[in-house]
């Protein structure tokens, strides 16, 4: 399960984006419960917000139970998430996730791309507390062989995705789309600690 990613790197671009905050720093080590960017449609534009990765609808009392993932499989049917995915869905931006593989002795791996940034598919709630609204969102998942990666979409994708009247049997292809090509590498176990948010995280093995 891909519970953790990072976002450390970013271009100009990227920065200049509606939203994007004056304060934001770099992370290399973002777990669920974090504040993370979140990418979505405000006003038929892309805009950047912050967002606790772990959904939390309004109706939702115990806050210890906020899911950081969502099955593409079963994201249109689960209640849970299937009114965001019909009308609130965004992207999570990202240089690359971790993921840990082996049976006795697991080890982390980073998985990356050529581009210099990955975007993943998401959904988002709003949620208020004590006078409040904030905001919260789920990382959408594919099998990847015994694992789950977050879906991945490329550009032309996401402008479909974000869109407001992408009809549902074209957001239903999305969910099922094509893996994209990553880059992988075998890591120290440094990351395996979670209050460690450095460069030292990437630490080949």
Not at 116 to 126: N, R, S
Not at 154 to 167: C, E, G, S, V, Y
Not at 175 to 194: H, I, K, T, Y
């Amino acid at each position: 399960m891909s519970g953790r990613f990072a976002l450390f790197r970013w271009t100009p671009a990227f920065a200049a984006q509606p939203g994007f905050p004056a304060d934001q720093q770099p992370h290399w080590n973002f777990a669920p419960g974090s504040q993370v960017l979140l990418l979505r449609s405000e006003h038929e534009q892309p805009a950047l917000v912050r967002a606790r990765w772990g959904l939390t609808p309004p109706w939702l009392k115990d806050l210890s139970k906020t899911p950081a993932h969502a099955r593409a499989e079963t994201l249109a049917e689960q209640p849970m998430f299937r009114d965001a995915f019909r009308l609130r869905r965004g992207l999570i931006p990202a240089n690359g996730f971790y993921e840990w593989r082996g049976a006795a002795r697991k080890r982390p791996y980073w998985l990356s791309s050529e581009e210099p940034l990955l975007y993943f598919a998401a959904v988002w709630e709003a949620y208020p507390v004590e006078g409040q609204v904030y905001l919260s969102t789920a990382m959408i998942t594919q099998a990847a062989a015994s694992l789950r990666r977050p879906l991945i979409l490329d550009a032309h994708d996401r402008q479909r995705w974000l869109a407001a009247d992408t009809p549902l049997e074209e957001l239903q292809a999305l969910l099922v789309g094509r893996a994209q090509p990553l880059r992988e590498r075998v890591l120290s176990n440094l990351v395996n600690d979670p209050k460690l948010d450095g460069p030292e995280c990437l630490t080949p093995a």
